[in-house]
């Protein structure tokens, strides 16, 4: 990651530590239950985690002022493209105030997976988000299996990795 980009990166959190002040603050615990949540998509549907059981899940909290998050999300993409057709789902929780910043950076991006908007940061409490981006790898059965603080160059791999010990269980 290049400087500009680390500074970004701590921006976001510097960021995200002023908005969450006073909510949780850690990010759901490995082996517990991923606490539900609902959003509309940018396709107009709600989305409902609980709904997603059976299925491999991962959350990406992102928003469009985040270098890492711009970086990231196109490999989040690809992920996406590989796996979904054997179980994956990847659910990207957008924190932006304003849907249209992020609707024009998944239009500039060509992203096809489903967007969550979060503008009132609800699902981001929620989940104790404290960082930019956040991602957790949830299982088939609901449970947080991994969570990964920031974007750094590979972590892409470590992502692969996970999903497809995941869909092999």
């Known amino acids: 990651m290049n400087a500009r980009a680390r500074l970004a990166s701590l921006l976001a959190l510097a960021v995200l530590t002023v908005v969450g002040a006073g909510t949780a603050t850690a990010l759901p615990a490995v082996g517990r239950a991923a606490p539900d949540f609902a959003a509309k998509s ?3 549907r709600n989305v409902r985690l609980s709904e997603l059981r ?3 899940v991962l959350v990406n909290f992102w928003a469009s002022w985040c270098s890492p998050c711009r970086q990231e999300l196109p490999l989040l993409n690809k992920l996406y493209t590989q ?3 054997a179980g994956f789902v990847l659910l990207a929780v957008n924190v932006d105030d304003n849907p249209k910043d992020a609707e024009a950076m998944l239009k500039r991006l060509g992203l096809r997976f489903p967007t969550l908007f979060d503008g009132s940061k ?19 059965d609901g449970r947080v299996r991994y969570v990964h603080r920031g974007y750094y ?7 692969e990795q996970q999903v497809r010990e995941l869909l092999k269980e």
């Open 153 to 159: 160059e590979g972590y892409e791999r470590k992502y």
């Open 54 to 56: 059976g299925q491999v």
């Open 83 to 85: 796996y979904r057709a």
């Open 122 to 140: 609800n699902v981001a409490k929620l989940y104790g988000v404290d960082t930019m981006p956040a991602t957790l790898v949830i299982d088939r």
């Open 42 to 44: 940018d396709g107009g």
